[in-house]
Structures are given as structure tokens and as C-alpha cells.
């Protein structure tokens, strides 16, 4: 190696005495590079380099400081943690990609080890799947935050050369009356961060003209200081184009947006805890949105892909060209020649680490066989997209970064990819929250018009409509349903121009069932992201796992965290349904507190012909109204305690083979054509989703309570309208088909209820046949149309 | 002329995001569209080698200065001459959306007194502000002289959907009356936005979607073969599109948007 | 001669101004006495030109073809500093 003296060299380089440094010097090193490595780590890297017998450069050391970041190697998942009934090797192996890998289904092509997972779609096309968080950049700046959320999903989907088609995006704010006096500082008010966080993911989506056509926002106030973004992105692969045979010789080339010194430390900062300080501090980790630029770096990949060009992609996240490189050679086991001052910049004056380490926006690494870069570089030139080769595969598993004739950097890639695994501890330390016992209320009337308007349940429309879910034209079942835009279980998709085959997208999450049980909360998200699907007519669904959660440092999150990832396994792998790619956020932690235990679960599932997908709105008067599966008294966490000012305790369960059974049974119903309408029952409970399937279609509705299936301790009204137990719809049937859906269903409890009427409103008659509800459709409408009120 | 040899260029750039659905539906309607940079029509390729040109929706060149402004000073320094040969022998110009804004800023419509140098019109920010995903009705106003209308009856609603944060059709202040009236003489107006019943909106939110002037959603330029609009026909193209085929025991083949297309196809094959 | 000009676009008197009135809302919101807010978009433009007043025109030119519509816009010019 050349000598890092700063005297000698042209640019700003340093070398960092780590050889001799004991442990408080060690650490004092890894604050003041701002790479938050812990001291077991700062050991490893000293022992590295006392065996090469030289110091490492600053470059170096930010290399290996992004590549062992939670963000983008996970340590917590793969880590080890002491429970109270022992140890867990690795997390996500023992239970993420556990369920996945005992199932083994012949249609998973690539899960959790590209950029996206990627399942069959058929014979030919598959499909490439990814969500992402964005909430500490959402939370310094909301409107490049999550703009850059949703770049970053679209690139994961290019990084396995699939065509992005379709944006999902789940969002958590604090309640948006918060007060502001009771702010701390440097926290902003839910109500700018929505606002920003809003009109981030539409610029993106919009501009790059691919359709957001799923999603949810949810109110909780533990987001208040810790504001979730959830961003995903679902791309369409020819087969025989997902290229992966990148060798020794081949070029790296970066293309895409220039280099500037804008988000470095991103990740990081991502895997830190938000303090007061993190306003000012972060400021260089906000990243700048430029989706247009995207938008032609997208046009330019596919057109290598068709070409079959490339040998290799990969996109430019969190850790910018320090992690891509590595990970690149890693993935094709070979090493890294970079030549760093061929990186394009925006700004001259950029030292050589900060070049390797920026998170600069819309850029991809591909890697070319050189006797295809000619070619490759005209494919960007007329996209008018910048393509630079900056470096090239070598046989030795190296990582060498030359910047102006020096060699700043030499790592062994086996070095770089096996960090010291951490070891923490798990305990629960939470009360058991109580159920609480109370009269039934009078007048349900009024609950009803308050859970309809109330902030979790009401209409998204004002969100949805500043998303363009049109463009593209193969929105087959649209998020707002119809003149009313009433909400759609899941969207449906058209993805090729000769087939009927659609694609169905939904999701789960729920945060107050966390606050009970993490455990329950996973299984539950599970079923709802799976019942949304087989709401419309999903089947054969893959699942994607996000986490949300507060400092796994701190025993009883991580027991928490535990808990969700064995209801993973434990229900993926009972609902058949495997998971295929994730990705966590760890550390939402807030002067206010931590995050809720949030798990966003993703289901896309398949539907042989659009065709024969079902919308929540009803058609018939006359026609039957199914209750399917069985209601329990399960109201904690509910949306009615909320109102009531409890959590409760009798968080909703999933009881398997019941549950599977009930969906297998909706999906051989739909395909049969029996259900005119179809409808999940979650927020609010069965009479919520007996509104909103009402003023959807302006035909109103009569129930009776009593012939609900139910279990046998629910004995009240309100319990029967307003419970979330899962696995459950509710159908819209006609006569002539009343005999053969009950045939299907027998496995499943599930009765008709009552019927669509033409009269405009929702009738509901309790358990001794009494007048519950008598409501008009318009106040209902009314109400919940605008409960969410607020300007974009 | 054939269908099948009615050539349709449909123009791209960065930004530009409409394109293959609009090729979809020219070649559902059995006519040979392709889609193309701008950057190979002006080094390799010829404008006036194609009996139509389409500028698709999207956001060119990022919507940056106002919608479509950069990209249609770009067309006219650029492709200037060819598209005033093309504008003189009558082959048809769509622009959809973006496209629209482009039309405006390019000064090919409205074209009151042919080619102008300056925006005639303008299509402002959306009242209510911000960006608007939303099916709406259309009424067709045209007596008959836009070339893409001539198989809608006069007066008829159509449904077809809107996606834009600019699209607030308007003329200046000091001019509103006079050029609505050179609109109406010429029959350059081609869709105003309605309610479901027919009834003009009269500027109210959300049957006119963005605030337009005296509900203006197209127009055509005085010989009736540029057309702009904001909604998008190719996403009404197929019955499948519409926001509520559910309801129908049987889906509709097709949706509004595809007799705009018919309508182009049939007047080129008598024309050329 | 290198000239630094800055154009201010804005609305024309009468029209609309939907982000204005917009933000005028939130702002209120938070309890501002705002009475109105105008949007306007400012181009700081460096260039070349022969004079002043070269600047000026050149500037002018760009406001007529590009930078505002005349239907909607009006603009204002600045020479802010000559090097």
C-alpha cells in the first residue's frame, strides 16, 4: 500500500491509529467518524489490521462502518439473543426465512437474497418484490424523506432488472390534533409531517408515472416522535432476462444521477436513536428527490436488460458505493477495482471517503462484460442519462479503491461481509394490560358515526387522489371503488396486454394490537394482509415483512421483537404462505418514548383472470349477506375500546385450520362466481364493513345479529357489530347460488345474515331481535368521507 | 388508406410516462404506433414519415418553469419546420395531458391566428390545489370539425379520467370573452367537463376537477386536427378500466376513451 | 461581462393563486393574522452579456419565450450584480 500522508497526498485522506488504540480510543474513533460501530466491532477491526500490520484509512474504516450497519447488514436479525427459554442463533433464520424454506415452493425464484424477492408470475414473467422504510429521513424531512423512500423501493425492483409497475405505501402518524405545546423540540407536528410525507410519495410515484395503488395510514401517538413510512414497489421480470453471471474483468459502471455530498451517513443515522440533536446533526443525511432523473435511468436499464447487456445490477441505497461495490463482489465472489476519481460529482471538493460513502439518489451499478460497453453507453446517452465506468471485477476476493494514482483502500471482502455477530438479551418486562367491563351502550348509532369518521377508519380519498393510481392503465380494481371511491380490500392489477392474469395487492398492519401482545399483532397483520387478498379473489400469496420497532439494546423490545418473528414463522408457515423478502427498521426511539411494535405485512397474491374479481360495493337488492367465520369477543386494541378510551387485553387471535379453511373456502367461492361482493371485516368490525359496503353502492343493507356465527360467550350487540376477531367477510350472495356457496362453505361458519335492500340504509336487529341500528347511508357517507380533514 | 398502414409516432422524453399505454390503444384500434425519443426524431428519424403524432401524458422534463413549457420550446427549436408542414397537410396532433400543456406552451393551440409564438392559453395550477386522480364526465362539444370526435354525437357524456396538479384551462383576463367566442365561431370547443347528468358544473369542484374556464377540458385548433384534452382516453380504453365494471354481470369490451381513437383511425383512412 | 439577473414570475392580478391561498389556509391555522400570500417563483440567472442593459434584454427574451406565460404570468427583472 501506498502511505496515507496527508502531506504527500493531493486530497484530504487520514490514517487512523487503531493499531495501538485501547478501548475508550477505539470507541472515541468510532463516534468521531460517525460510524457507529460498538467496541467488539472496533476489536475486530484492529485485529484485522494488526495482522496486516498497517492502519486503516478513514475510507476503510467508513467502509466497513456502512457495511456493518443494522441498515444494511441487520445485525440484530442475525445476531444472537439470550431468552428466557435460551438462545437464538440469527432471527430471521430461525424464523423469517424458516417457514420459507420449509415450504420450499417450486414458484419462489429468489427470496431474501436479491434486492427484491421474486416469485412466478407464469411461464415467462415473474414477478420482483420490495418494501422499504424511510422513517428517520421522513422524520428530519418528510417531503424528501419519503420521496427518496419511494425512489429507493423502484431502484431495489431495477436492482433485479424488473420493471417497476405498481408503488404501494403504508404511512404512521401521530394523531393530528396532537398539541403543539406538547412537542418537544426538534419533533414536528404530525400534521406537517403528513402534509410533507404525502406530497413526497405522490411527487415520486406521479412523476415516474408508476400507479400507487395500495396502502394505509394509521394514527397511533407513539409515531408522534417517531413518524413510519413504509415504501414498496412491485416490478415485472421476463424470466430469461434476470441476468446474475457477472465474473472476473467485468465493468462497473455507475449511472444515474451525479455524486454529491447529500445524504451521507444515512444509514447510520438509520440505525441510531432520533434525539434533539438530530435536526441539525442530520442535516447532511437528507437526500434530494429527482424522480425524472429516475424516470430515464429506469427506460436506460430496461433497454440493457432487453438487450441482455449486463451481467450484473445492483442499486445505490444506504451506504452509497461503499456497500454496492462490496456487495456486488461479494454476490459473484470475486473482488473490486475502483478508480474513485471517476465518479461524477456535483460539486468538486468531495473527499475521497465521502465520494465512496454518499447516498446521492437515482444511481445504479451495473456491471458490463466489456466487450457489450460500447453499446451500453449509447443506451444511456440516448435516454440522456449519465454512465460512467468507474472500476472493474477482480479475481481477488479484494476491495481495492485507487483515487488519484493512490491506492486509499484495500479490504478482504471476507472480512468485510463477516462482522463479529452481536449477542443481546430478551426480556419481557411489560404489564399485562386488563379487559374492563362495562354496560352496552344504548345508542350504538352514535358509536358506529364515530368509528366511521374516527381517524383510523375514515376515507383515505384525500390521500389517494394526490396519488396517481391510474397511469399505466392496468388498474383492474382501483383503491377508491367507483363514483363513492369506497375502500377496496386489496388492488388488482393487469400487468401483461395478452393475458387475463392479475396480480392482487394488499396489506395488514396494527399497531394497537401490538401494545397487547406482539405475538397475537403479527399473527393477526398476517391474516389481514391474507384476507385482503382473498377478499377480491387473491390465492397463492407471497408475503413481505416489515419491521418497525423501538432499540433492540433494550431487552424487553427485543423480547418483543421475538415474539413477532415466531408468529411469522408459526402462521407462514400455516397459511402456506412464504415469506419472500423484508426489511427492518430498528431504533424508533423518541424523547417521546419508543415506536409501537409495528409490523406491516405485504401479501401479493395471483388471480387467473381479472376478470372474476370481486369489489367490496353491493349490486342486488334481494340478494343474501353472509356472515363468514366466527366471531369471538376479541375487542382489545379494537377501534370501539379506542373510542372508549381502553386498550384491553382480549387481542384477536388466528386459529388455524379454521382460518385457512375460511379462505380457501371465499377463493373457491369467488371462482365459482357465487359472491357479487365481498368484503374483509377488521376496523370497526362487521358493522364498519357493513357501511362501507352500503354507501358504496347506495343499496342499503338488513342484518340480524343473531344469526351471526359466533363463539359461544359473546352474547352481546355491540361485542357481535364491533369486534375484530380475524379470518372473517362478509359476502353478498344471490339466491340462486344461496345452496351451493353454503355446500362450499360447510368447513367455514357461515351464515346468511339478512339482505341487500333497496331502501338506503343500514338496518341491523340485535340478538332478541330488537332494532339496533337504523341509520341513513348519506349521514354514514358523510361521516366517514370526512373524517380525515386535512389540506394537502 | 389502411388501418394497418396509418403510421402513429408517439413522442417521448425524459419524464414523459403515458407512452405505452397509448400505444396499447392505438394498436387495439388496428393502426401501427410507435413510440420514440425525441432525441432520434430529431437526429435519426423523420417527423413527417408519420400520419399522426401523439404527445402522451407525464411529467416531461420534470414539469419544471410550468408544465410542458420546457418541452415545447424544445419541439418548436428543434422539429419547428417539420411541424408546421405536418400542422399544414392536416395530419392529426393529439397531445393528452402533458401532451395538452405542451400543445398550449408550443403555441399549436389554440391557434386562433395560426402558429403563435407565445401561449395563447395557459393551463394553470388546479383549484383546489394539488394533484388529482379521478374519473369525470365529458361532454362533447364539437359540431363536427375535430377529427377525433366525429363518431361521438354532439353532446354526449363520456367518462374518462384525469390525472394532473395544472390543468385549469384559461385565457388571460382582458381576452376571456372574446377568445371563448373565437372558440365557440371556429367549433375548437371539444370537451367541457359535466356532471353525470350532463349539467355544466359551472366551475364547482369535483365535476370540474381543476377550476377550468367555462368547464374547458379539450379543444382543437380552427382546422380541427390538433387536439388537446387533460383526461386520459387510453386509461378508458378497455371496459376493465372503469372504476365500476364490477357492477355489470358482463364487463364492457371496451370504455369511453377508445372512440377518440376510432374516431382519428377513421378520418385518416378516408383522408390519406 | 459576467451579470448575475434575477426574473420574478408571478401570477397576473386576478388570478387565482391556489398554492397562495392554500398556505394562507395552514398558516392561519397556526394562528398567523395572514391575510393573503402571493406564490411567485425567482430565476437567479448568471450569464454573459455585452452591457446592462444586454443583460436586461437577454433576460427579457427569456421571460417572453420560456420562463413566464403571458396569458397568466407577469415578470419583474433585476440586475443584481455586475463582476
Redesign the interface.
Known amino acids: 500500500m501506498n502511505l496515507f500522508n496527508h502531506q504527500i497526498t493531493p486530497f484530504e485522506i487520514y490514517e487512523i491509529r487503531v493499531q495501538d488504540a485501547e478501548n475508550k480510543k477505539l470507541l472515541k474513533i468510532s463516534r468521531k467518524l460517525g460510524i457507529g460501530l460498538n467496541l467488539e466491532e472496533m476489536k475486530a477491526i484492529k485485529e484485522y489490521f494488526q495482522k496486516k500490520g498497517r492502519n486503516p484509512t478513514d475510507i476503510e474504516l467508513q467502509t466497513i462502518g456502512q457495511t456493518w450497519s443494522e441498515h444494511c447488514f441487520h445485525r440484530t436479525f442475525k445476531g444472537s439473543i439470550i431468552t428466557e427459554s435460551g438462545e437464538i442463533h440469527s432471527l430471521f433464520k430461525t424464523y423469517i426465512a424458516k417457514a420459507t424454506k420449509e415450504l420450499n415452493p417450486s414458484w419462489c425464484i429468489s427470496t431474501f437474497e436479491d434486492n427484491a424477492g421474486i416469485i412466478e408470475f407464469n411461464n415467462n414473467y415473474a414477478i420482483a418484490a420490495k418494501v422499504e422504510t424511510h422513517n428517520h429521513p421522513s422524520a428530519i424531512e418528510p417531503f424528501g424523506g419519503a420521496a427518496t423512500g419511494v425512489g429507493g423501493a423502484i431502484r431495489d425492483i431495477l436492482g433485479v432488472w424488473a420493471d417497476p409497475i405498481v408503488c404501494t405505501d403504508v404511512l404512521g402518524f401521530g394523531p393530528l390534533n396532537y398539541d403543539y405545546d406538547k412537542l418537544p423540540q426538534g419533533i414536528k407536528h404530525p400534521k406537517y409531517l403528513f ?1 410533507g410525507v404525502v406530497s413526497g410519495i ?1 411527487c415520486y410515484g ?4 408508476i400507479p400507487t395503488v395500495n396502502g394505509a395510514i394509521i394514527f397511533d401517538e407513539s409515531y408522534v416522535g417517531n413518524v413510519v413510512v413504509y415504501c414498496g414497489c412491485i416490478g415485472l421480470l421476463p424470466k430469461d432476462k434476470f441476468v446474475r453471471n457477472a465474473k472476473p474483468g467485468d465493468i462497473i459502471l455507475l449511472a444515474g444521477g451525479r455524486t454529491g455530498r447529500d445524504g451521507i451517513h444515512g444509514v447510520t443515522f438509520a440505525s441510531a436513536e432520533l434525539t434533539e440533536e438530530s435536526e441539525e446533526v442530520s442535516r447532511p443525511a437528507v437526500q434530494i428527490a ?3 432523473e429516475e ?2 435511468l429506469k427506460r436506460a436499464i430496461i433497454e440493457v436488460r432487453d438487450r441482455k447487456l449486463g451481467s450484473g445490477i445492483t442499486d445505490l441505497g444506504g451506504g452509497g458505493l461503499s456497500s454496492a461495490i462490496g456487495e456486488m463482489a461479494h454476490r459473484f465472489s470475486c473482488g473490486a477495482h475502483v478508480d474513485l476519481e471517476k465518479v461524477p460529482l456535483k460539486r468538486k471538493g468531495l473527499a475521497p471517503w465521502e465520494i465512496y460513502v454518499s447516498e446521492s439518489q437515482e444511481r445504479m451499478l451495473l456491471l458490463i462484460p466489456e466487450k457489450n460497453l460500447e453499446q451500453v453507453l449509447d443506451v444511456f446517452r ?3 442519462v449519465e454512465a460512467t465506468p468507474i472500476g472493474k471485477l477482480i479475481e481477488d476476493k479484494l476491495l481495492k479503491i485507487h483515487y488519484q494514482n493512490y491506492q486509499v483502500a484495500e479490504l478482504d471482502t471476507s472480512f468485510l461481509f463477516n462482522p463479529p455477530r452481536i449477542e443481546r438479551s430478551a426480556k419481557w418486562s411489560r404489564e399485562i394490560s386488563k379487559d374492563h367491563s362495562f354496560p352496552e351502550p344504548r345508542n350504538l348509532s352514535s358509536y358506529l358515526l364515530k368509528l366511521v369518521s374516527s381517524l383510523n377508519i375514515a376515507s383515505r380519498e384525500k390521500v ?15 383503491p ?4 363513492s371511491g369506497g375502500p377496496n380490500d386489496a388492488a388488482v392489477l ?1 400487468p401483461l ?1 395478452n393475458s387475463w392474469k392479475g396480480l392482487v395487492i394488499s396489506c395488514g398492519i396494527n399497531p394497537r394490537y401490538g401494545k397487547i401482545d406482539p405475538y397475537w399483532m403479527a399473527a393477526s397483520v398476517i391474516d389481514e394482509a391474507i384476507r385482503n387478498n382473498t377478499a377480491v379473489g387473491g390465492r397463492r400469496i407471497a408475503l413481505l415483512d416489515n419491521f418497525v420497532w423501538g432499540s433492540p439494546a433494550k431487552p424487553d423490545r427485543l423480547e418483543s421483537l421475538v415474539k413477532a418473528c415466531k408468529a411469522c414463522y408459526d402462521f407462514a408457515k400455516r397459511f402456506d404462505t412464504p415469506f419472500i423478502s423484508g426489511k427492518d427498521s430498528l431504533y424508533n426511539e423518541s424523547p417521546l418514548g419508543p415506536v409501537t411494535p409495528t409490523l406491516l405485512v405485504t401479501a401479493i397474491g395471483l388471480i387467473p383472470d ?2 372474476k ?3 367490496l ?1 353491493l ?1 342486488l337488492p334481494g340478494n343474501l349477506i353472509y356472515a363468514v367465520g366466527p366471531t369471538f369477543a376479541e375487542l382489545g386494541g379494537s377501534e370501539y375500546y379506542r373510542l372508549k378510551g381502553f386498550v384491553g387485553s382480549s387481542v384477536p387471535k388466528v386459529r388455524i385450520p379454521q382460518a385457512e379453511l375460511t379462505m380457501s373456502a371465499m377463493v373457491k367461492a369467488i371462482d365459482c362466481g357465487y359472491l357479487r361482493a365481498s368484503h374483509d371485516i377488521s376496523d370497526g368490525g362487521l358493522a364498519v364493513a357493513a357501511a362501507e359496503m352500503a354507501f358504496t ?1 347506495n343499496l342499503g343493507m338488513e342484518l340480524h345479529l343473531k344469526n351471526v356465527p359466533r363463539a359461544k360467550d359473546v352474547n352481546r350487540n355491540d361485542f357481535l357489530l364491533f369486534s375484530e376477531s380475524n379470518s372473517r367477510f362478509l359476502v353478498e350472495v344471490p339466491r340462486h347460488h344461496a345452496t351451493e356457496f353454503e355446500s362450499l362453505t360447510k368447513d367455514a361458519p357461515c351464515t346468511a345474515i339478512g339482505k341487500v335492500t333497496k331502501e338506503q340504509r343500514l338496518r341491523v336487529y340485535g340478538l332478541k331481535d330488537e332494532s339496533v341500528l337504523d341509520m341513513d347511508l348519506g349521514e354514514l357517507f358523510f361521516a366517514w368521507k370526512h373524517g380525515l380533514e386535512i ?2 | 388508406m389502411k388501418r394497418e398502414e396509418i403510421r402513429i409516432f408517439i413522442l417521448r422524453v425524459g419524464g414523459t410516462n403515458c407512452d405505452e399505454e397509448t400505444k396499447r390503444a392505438f394498436r387495439d384500434s388496428r393502426m401501427d404506433a410507435e413510440v420514440g425519443h425525441f432525441n432520434q426524431l430529431v437526429k435519426e428519424k423523420n417527423l413527417l414519415d408519420y400520419d399522426a403524432l401523439v404527445i402522451p401524458g407525464g411529467f416531461s422534463h420534470g414539469d419544471y418553469v410550468r408544465a410542458g413549457a420546457i418541452w415545447a420550446k424544445q419541439i418548436m427549436a428543434k422539429l419547428g419546420k417539420e411541424v408546421k408542414t405536418f400542422v399544414d397537410e392536416e395530419r392529426p396532433i393529439l397531445g393528452i395531458c402533458n401532451g395538452f400543456q405542451v400543445l398550449i406552451e408550443a403555441g399549436l393551440l389554440p391557434q386562433f391566428d395560426g402558429i403563435s409564438n407565445f401561449p395563447e392559453a395557459a393551463l394553470g395550477a388546479n383549484i383546489p390545489a394539488g394533484y388529482n386522480c379521478r374519473w369525470i364526465h365529458l361532454t362533447n362539444e364539437s359540431n363536427g370539425r375535430c377529427v377525433f370526435t366525429r363518431r361521438i354525437r354532439k353532446g354526449s357524456i363520456i367518462r374518462i379520467p384525469i390525472a394532473h396538479s395544472e390543468g385549469r384551462f384559461m385565457f388571460s383576463k382582458e381576452c376571456e370573452r372574446k377568445y371563448l367566442e373565437r372558440l365557440l365561431d371556429n367549433d375548437q370547443l371539444v370537451f367541457r367537463y359535466c356532471q353525470h347528468d350532463g349539467k355544466y358544473p359551472d366551475g364547482r369542484y369535483p365535476s370540474n376537477p381543476n377550476g377550468s374556464f367555462y368547464d374547458i377540458a379539450g379543444i382543437c385548433d380552427p382546422s380541427g386536427t390538433i387536439l388537446g384534452l387533460m383526461p386520459h382516453p387510453e386509461r378508458a380504453y378497455y371496459g376493465w378500466q372503469l372504476p365500476d365494471w364490477t357492477k355489470n354481470d358482463k364487463i364492457p369490451a371496451f370504455g369511453d376513451g377508445r372512440i377518440i381513437f376510432e374516431s382519428v383511425a377513421e378520418y385518416l383512412t378516408k383522408k390519406f | 461581462m459576467l451579470y448575475k439577473v434575477r426574473a420574478e414570475i408571478s401570477l397576473k392580478p386576478g388570478h387565482s393563486d391556489p398554492e397562495g391561498e392554500t398556505t394562507t389556509r395552514s398558516l392561519k391555522e397556526l394562528t398567523y393574522p395572514v391575510r393573503n400570500i402571493g406564490v411567485s417563483k425567482m430565476y437567479t440567472i448568471t450569464l454573459e452579456a455585452k452591457s446592462r442593459s444586454d443583460a436586461e434584454t437577454k433576460v427579457d427574451e427569456m421571460c417572453k419565450r420560456l420562463l413566464a406565460n403571458p396569458t397568466k404570468d407577469n415578470y419583474t427583472i433585476q440586475v443584481e450584480q455586475t463582476q
Do not use: F, Q, W
Open positions: 402534509k405522490g406521479n412523476n415516474m408515472g429527482n424522480p425524472i424516470e430515464k440516448e435516454e440522456d389517494v387522489r394526490t396519488y396517481d393510481h391510474e397511469v399505466k392503465g392496468n388498474t383492474v380494481l382501483k377508491l371503488h367507483g363514483e393487469k396486454v381479472v376478470r374479481a370481486v369489489s360495493d349490486k353502492s389540506e394537502i
